[in-house]
């Protein structure tokens, strides 16, 4: 009995998206594909992605890459969440932590306690019972599971999305991926099918296949342009559309966090590198003239500039198919999503290990994986949108423009639902598989300002006494811990074997 033909998979783009791609081919698909690689050295890459979430352990662990190897090749930091830094308001600042906020009691969920505990005048900040959050106040960072057997906290990363994308490059390449220099010049299609059965490029060079992963960028040369499939734009609930890029000398404060600060036409990220600190100022052009974007990027950097502020300009949404005829877009191919919190390389990922998952071994047959490839994707990407909407509409910057549109205008009906829900008593409920956890919507609720109504009735089993005592412990134990751990910067020194400057 003769082998099955090896399935041809052609990846149109490098950068992260597109090296994800061809490393996660190579490494479950292995010898049942042959897989080529088409990126050219003179067209430059976003190299958005630099901040991520704890699911890139997920990838990481799947493609077998040791932690210490990935920290020094990429320049990376670990992270604990995102600090909004006066969002709700001018002077207010909060943490959307990874992991778990709290301890729930039996079937009682923990915010239901708290909810309680700050009716009954006893309970702190909600930030105070998130082991995350203490370390990250204190700029601590420590693995493993805390006194008690506390759990180990959750974590992601900081990198070099470049030094990432040549990790996975060197990986790929090692297991048979073939890398083909040169650019897209034309696009073959099949007449009977209308599929694309070959890349023409520079030099009269032709790259054919059986299905083509599109990682071109904003140009979406394959789906978006010769298949036409249509953009679906969100750009009326995130209307920013242009973000400032610049790189800044280190300070001592190697924030084990992404910093967000809010600014008058959108906000400011702040990521800390090893070798060096990520800057950038998203915002909408309608409000805010590129300049004085600029100036008030500039202003607020903490170290010495390297580099003039990059414009990267786009719209936020995604193309209405992610996979159509034999054609699957990835990363800014298939869509864009404000880097709010973190999602970018999440998204190829997920998107990749979604496509493994559905991929049919008899490409003839398949409609059915491509409809419910397109349907999950839709639904992870909408769900997505909803999170980071949530942060916009919750403001109370009354009288600036840009914050004003935002908290008035009209929610999609998934994340009115939500807020209705929320407000009540504090409830959520997690749908389909959606990315974000109840406590990731229950501290952006409650750190916009969103303090619900009541409480579930669940809560009064628990005599009030006892309400204090218990947020108390919690408090003090998770401060005991985060004192315990050394500093974010020695801890990344001492697991990477080098020194970690200030510059």
């Not at 342009?225 to 750009?235: G, K, Y």
Request: contains cysteine; hydrophobic residues 45%.
């Amino acid at each position: 009995m003769s082998e099955p033909a090896k399935l041809s998979i052609v990846v149109a783009g490098g950068g992260s998206a597109g090296w994800i791609a061809a490393a996660t081919l190579a490494r479950f698909l292995g010898p049942r594909a042959a897989i080529t690689l088409i990126e050219s050295d003179a067209i430059g890459t976003v190299g958005v992605g630099e901040a991520t979430i704890p699911q890139i352990h997920n990838l990481l662990i799947g493609l077998g890459i040791d932690q210490r190897e990935f920290l020094c090749a990429t320049n990376a930091t670990f992270k604990l969440g995102v600090e909004f830094v006066d969002w709700r308001r001018a002077g207010e600042s909060y943490i959307h932590s990874f992991g778990q906020v709290g301890r729930g009691v039996g079937l009682i969920p923990f915010r239901q306690l708290w909810l309680r505990g700050r009716e009954l005048g006893v309970a702190g900040d909600f930030g105070l019972y998130s082991a995350n959050v203490a370390a990250a106040r204190s700029g601590r960072f420590a693995l493993g599971a805390g006194p008690g057997n506390a759990p180990e906290m959750a974590y992601a990363y900081h990198f070099d999305a470049s030094l990432f994308a040549r990790m996975l490059r060197a990986y790929a390449e090692e297991r048979g991926v073939t890398r083909v220099e040169g650019q897209i010049a034309g696009i073959e299609r099949d007449g009977a099918s209308g599929n694309i059965a070959a890349l023409a490029l520079d030099g009269e060079r032709r790259i054919g296949g059986d299905l083509f992963i599109d990682c071109t960028g904003f140009r979406s040369l394959l789906l978006g342009q010769e298949l036409d499939v249509p953009f679906v734009d969100w750009s009326h609930w995130l209307p920013c559309d242009t973000a400032l890029a610049v790189p800044c000398e280190n300070t001592d404060a190697m924030r084990p966090f992404t910093q967000s600060t809010a600014r008058p036409a959108g906000w400011q990220w702040r990521i800390p590198l090893q070798h060096r600190t990520g800057n950038g100022h998203v915002f909408c052009s309608a409000f805010m003239d590129e300049r004085k974007a600029a100036e008030l990027l500039l202003a607020n950097l903490e170290g010495k500039p390297l580099a003039d502020p990059r414009p990267l300009r786009f719209a936020t949404g995604h193309r209405r198919e992610f996979w159509s005829h034999n054609v699957v877009a990835l990363g800014l191919a298939a869509g864009f999503m404000e880097p709010l919190e973190s999602t970018s390389i999440h998204l190829v990922q997920s998107g990749m290990a979604r496509l493994l998952n559905v991929l049919p071994g008899n490409l003839a047959e398949v409609a059915p994986a491509r409809a419910l490839f397109n349907r999950l994707s839709a639904t992870e990407w909408e769900r997505v949108r909803d999170f980071i909407v949530l942060h916009y509409v919750l403001n109370e910057r009354v009288g600036e423009p840009f914050w004003d549109y935002c908290r008035t205008m009209e929610l999609p009906a998934t994340l009115a639902d939500k807020i209705a829900l929320f407000a009540e008593a504090g409830l959520f409920v997690r749908e389909e598989d959606e990315l974000f956890l109840d406590d990731s919507w229950g501290q952006v609720m409650i750190g916009q300002g969103l303090v619900p109504r009541g409480h579930s009735p669940l809560a009064d089993a628990v005599p009030g006494d006892d309400i204090g005592p218990f947020l108390d412990s919690l408090a003090r134990a998770n401060r005991v811990r985060a004192e315990a751990m050394p500093r974010h910067r020695d801890f990344v020194a001492r697991a990477t074997g080098e020194a970690v400057g200030s510059t």
